[in-house]
């Protein structure tokens, strides 16, 4: 059986402002954070590397089991997860090592058994990956950017976010999920405009 790994913490309630508070325990599965066990689950990144860097890790929370998100020596990208065996890869289509900017988003649909890249918005590979039948789990550090043993990732991080689901999940799609993360309202102010510079601080966009 997979090994499992539990996390435990109190969680401090108060529903109105006097009322007395509720103090609720929340421990393995439930307990969300990094720590992936039989959930489906995604990584998203958006980074840049120096020019030829290779064997760098972008995302890895491994340790016998685990996932795995680097740059592979061919300078194209590696996602990889274990179940406390042999961890199984899915190696990107194209480079990602180029010194440019690129958004990676590395998906493991459970339930399916199937890993999934998609690189500056578009589905790069699909792949064979593990079933929710085996945990995740595992005590090893969440590690960005490198390890303490090395395999240092020699770039630059913008965006980073570790999602307990996938895209369906979502109810969103590569297309939407793109759109919005460097076209969306956000970027604008309430009247639909581009900042000049630096962001004002008001809903709109200073002009004169």
């Known amino acids: ?25 929340v421990a393995g599965r439930d307990f969300k954070s990094p720590q992936v066990h039989d959930t489906n689950f995604l990584l998203e990144a958006y980074f840049r ?4 860097v290779t064997g760098g890790v972008i ?23 274990s179940g406390g065996g042999e961890p ?7 480079t990602i090592n180029d010194g440019r900017w690129h958004h990676v988003i590395a998906e493991a649909d459970r339930t399916a ?12 590979r699909a792949g064979p990956g593990i079933g929710s039948d085996r945990s995740l789990a595992n005590r090893g550090d969440l590690q960005i950017g490198g390890t303490p043993a090395g395999r240092c990732l020699n770039g630059t991080i913008d965006f980073l976010r570790i999602g307990l689901g996938t895209l369906a999940d979502a109810q969103t799609d590569i297309d939407e999920l793109y759109a919005w993360q460097f076209s969306g309202p956000f970027l604008r102010d309430f009247a639909g405009r581009e900042p000049r510079g630096r962001r004002d601080a008001g809903a709109l966009e200073k002009t004169d």
């Open 1 to 25: 059986a997979a090994r499992r790994v539990l996390e435990a913490t109190g969680v401090k309630f108060r529903w109105e402002p006097g009322a007395r508070q509720e103090v609720r325990h």
């Open 59 to 81: 995302i890895e929370k491994l340790q016998d089991a685990g996932y795995s998100l680097a740059v592979n020596a061919k300078g194209g990208g590696t996602f990889a997860g």
């Open 113 to 124: 058994r199937t890993l999934t890249l998609y690189i500056n918005g578009r589905k790069d």
């Open 49 to 52: 590397t120096e020019p030829g």
């Open 88 to 94: 199984v890869p899915l190696e990107s289509g194209v």
